[in-house]
């Protein structure tokens, strides 16, 4: 069954200024009345809901789902900025403006006379270009939002101070540096001891991702997917069988669970 258009033809649904418009109607008299009471703050929580449903999309490389995750991403920006204009905080069109501009801005090497032998110069120059428009008295790594999960938003700092030279000089340094923290672990004297060194080996683990160009968000998700995968398999196949999982041994589950990772290769 098609999906009702109203008053819109199939050629004015791929136009931004549709959409322009179908917010403003949602938003205004006679409009939706969820859409209607929502604010800011209200809607945060499905900002961050829909970040990660793109990023699902990207995993699974499921291009029609991304097309419309990134729509309802979309409708998200779309829905704030038309708040904003109504509380005459700002409008789309300032929201376009800022991000043209900076684009500009940042790309001297494409709109401007600079020339750059690699995207490694072009990343020392962005993050250079940045700072020039913070205050002097501006910290480089606090930009990096509060908010980001925190194996994100250890990778974020740590690529921050990397870029002003902060940085170990090869990989396996930071790897010596990995088995140094483990060992402290396991020689922590408390529970708030323990606490503290799994930190300094998760962010210890953040840097060796970075260096290897590895998004630990997006390579921990892929792991808990795999996880999830083989840990149903177990259960599926207890089922069949008529077994009770709680009652097979840890080599009747490592044996099936070794038969997942067969089926999933």
Avoid at 166 to 184: G, P, Q, R, S
Wanted: proline share 3%; aromatic share 8%; glycine share 6%.
């Amino acid at each position: 069954m098609e999906k009702p258009t109203g008053q819109f033809g199939d050629e004015q649904l791929g136009k931004f200024t549709t959409f322009k418009k179908i917010i403003q109607k949602l938003r205004g008299p006679g409009g939706c009345p969820w859409d209607k009471k929502q604010t800011h703050s209200s809607l945060k929580q499905f900002l961050v809901e829909e970040c990660y449903e793109v990023l699902e999309t990207l995993e699974e490389q499921n291009m029609p789902g991304l097309s419309e995750e990134l729509g309802d991403l979309w409708l998200q920006i779309m829905l704030h900025s038309q708040i904003a204009e109504e509380e005459g905080e700002f409008t789309l069109e300032d929201v376009l403006r800022r991000i043209n501009a900076k684009l500009i801005y940042r790309h001297p090497h494409v709109f401007g006379g600079t020339r750059v032998k690699d995207s490694q110069e072009v990343s020392v120059n962005w993050e250079e270009l940045k700072e020039k428009e913070k205050p002097g008295d501006h910290s480089l790594l606090s930009g990096v939002p509060k908010e980001l999960p925190a194996l994100a938003y250890s990778q974020s700092i740590q690529r921050r101070a990397a870029s002003v030279g902060f940085d170990w000089e090869k990989v396996d340094d930071i790897i010596e540096k990995l088995v140094e923290e483990v060992e402290e672990l396991r020689k922590a004297a408390d529970h708030e001891e323990k606490i503290k060194e799994f930190g300094d080996i998760l962010l210890t683990l953040a840097n060796v991702g970075r260096r290897m160009d590895i998004d630990l968000e997006s390579s921990l998700r892929q792991a808990n997917a795999r996880f999830t995968q083989r840990f149903k398999y177990i259960e599926e196949e207890c089922r069949k069988k008529g077994l009770d999982l709680k009652s097979l041994t840890l080599a009747e589950m490592d044996q099936l669970w070794d038969e997942a990772k067969r089926l999933s290769k």
